[in-house]
Every structure is written in structure tokens, then in C-alpha cells.
T-cell receptor, first 115, second 114 residues
């Protein structure tokens, strides 16, 4: 158990809908990262937050957005869903935000299926 | 453009023998490297890491070697056990101001045969 929790574990929805994925980082971790794992793309970095502020953006679509709340949990919002958005979405957390070499610990993931 | 490559999609090893998983990278800005193990339907589990200022890091049965000139790292598992069977991902990161994101390889499925 990494200490990172994600809900829900599974989500099935229809095209055009909007969903929210939730992540709680390990106790004491200030940074939260979101990754997407689809069959043909592997694990891809989406976005990083540190202590409530966005720090880095990767291959995140404009239809997707995220935020980190004062209690440090984070939510990833996916809207206007398409079939191709079906994937595993992972959240990771780490202690620091700076250039220091700290390790990211991953949650169990949310499997999103868009029908 | 794959900046982190794991060219072997699968590897089979006999129990008790050494498993060697390889990873190549192209971005010379990467300064921190990690190996994760992943079971189906679970999140990646951190195994071991190495900073670019080192060429070797050891933790129990797991050793990571880094060859910066060749832009190559490897994970050695000795001795291999059936419970080690999983997908192993190599990941690399570079500091970008206050951000540090991971770039993953495509993974190697390790099967340890009893």
C-alpha cells in the first residue's frame, strides 16, 4: 500500500459526459501528479500540482482539468468524453516540488470506460 | 519521440537466476532514474532509484546500474523469484524549475519460472 488513495476504482460512462476522479496523497506529500495509461500510449504525464498550485503540464487535453484543494487532495475533471479517453488514470504524490530528486508514489488507479 | 525506451517487451528467467532489465534514454537532461514494478489492475510500485551522480545503487536483491555516457541503465534482480513476475517500467525525470515529471518507458514483462 503506497498510501495514495484514488476513487472510484472503476467508472463507466457514455460519450459526451463529464466525470471527476479523486486522489488523496500520502500524508505529508505536497505534490500530486496525474498520469494516463492507455493501451497504445503507455504511462503519460498529464499535470502536476504543488501545494494547491499548478506546476507542470504534460499531454493534457483542453477538455481535461485538475485542481488541488487546501487539504491537498486533488481532482481530475474529464469532460466531453470520447471513446479514446478510456484508460487507467493514476495519481502519484511526492514530498517536494523543487528540483530535488524525490520519488513519486502511485495510487491504485481509476479505470475509466467510455461507451 | 520516445525519450525512454525499453526495447525488450518480455523476458523469461528461471527461478534463482539473475534477471537483467534494460532501459535506454535520449534526453541528456534526465538526472534521476527510477524503476517501478506493476501488477495488472494496480498502480506502479516504486522499486529503486538512482541519481545521475552515481553509477550504481543497491537495495537487497535489486541493483540499478547507470551508464551516463551510453545513456543506458539496467535493473538486476538476484536471485529472481516467482513473485517478481510483473511488468517493470523504467522512468526518468529532469528538473524544470519547480516541476519534475516522470517519463516512462513502455515496460518489460518479466516472467520468473519456478
Amino acid at each position: 500500500d503506497s498510501g495514495v488513495t484514488q476513487t472510484p476504482k472503476h467508472l463507466i460512462t457514455a460519450t459526451g459526459q463529464r466525470v471527476t476522479l479523486r486522489c488523496s496523497p500520502r500524508s505529508g506529500d505536497l505534490s500530486v501528479y496525474w498520469y494516463q495509461q492507455s493501451l497504445d500510449q503507455g504511462l503519460q504525464f498529464l499535470i502536476q500540482y504543488y501545494n494547491g498550485e499548478e506546476r507542470a503540464k504534460g499531454n493534457i487535453l483542453e477538455r481535461f482539468s485538475a485542481q488541488q484543494f487546501p487539504d491537498l487532495h486533488s481532482e481530475l475533471n474529464l469532460s466531453s468524453l470520447e471513446l479514446g479517453d478510456s484508460a487507467l488514470y493514476f495519481c502519484a504524490s511526492s514530498r517536494f516540488h523543487s528540483g530535488s530528486t524525490d520519488t513519486q508514489y502511485f495510487g491504485p488507479g481509476t479505470r475509466l470506460t467510455v461507451l | 519521440d520516445q525519450q525512454v525506451k525499453q526495447n525488450s517487451p518480455s523476458l523469461s528467467v528461471q527461478e534463482g537466476r539473475i534477471s537483467i532489465l534494460n532501459c535506454d534514454y535520449t534526453n541528456s537532461m534526465f538526472d534521476y532514474f527510477l524503476w517501478y514494478k506493476k501488477y495488472p489492475a494496480e498502480g506502479p510500485t516504486f522499486l529503486i532509484s538512482i541519481s545521475s551522480i552515481k553509477d550504481k545503487n543497491e537495495d537487497g536483491r535489486f541493483t540499478v546500474f547507470l551508464n551516463k555516457s551510453a545513456k543506458h541503465l539496467s535493473l538486476h534482480i538476484v536471485p529472481s523469484q516467482p513473485g517478481d513476475s510483473a511488468v517493470y517500467f523504467c522512468a526518468a525525470s529532469a528538473s524544470s524549475g519547480s516541476a519534475r515529471q516522470l517519463t516512462f518507458g513502455s515496460g518489460t514483462q518479466l516472467t520468473v519460472l519456478p
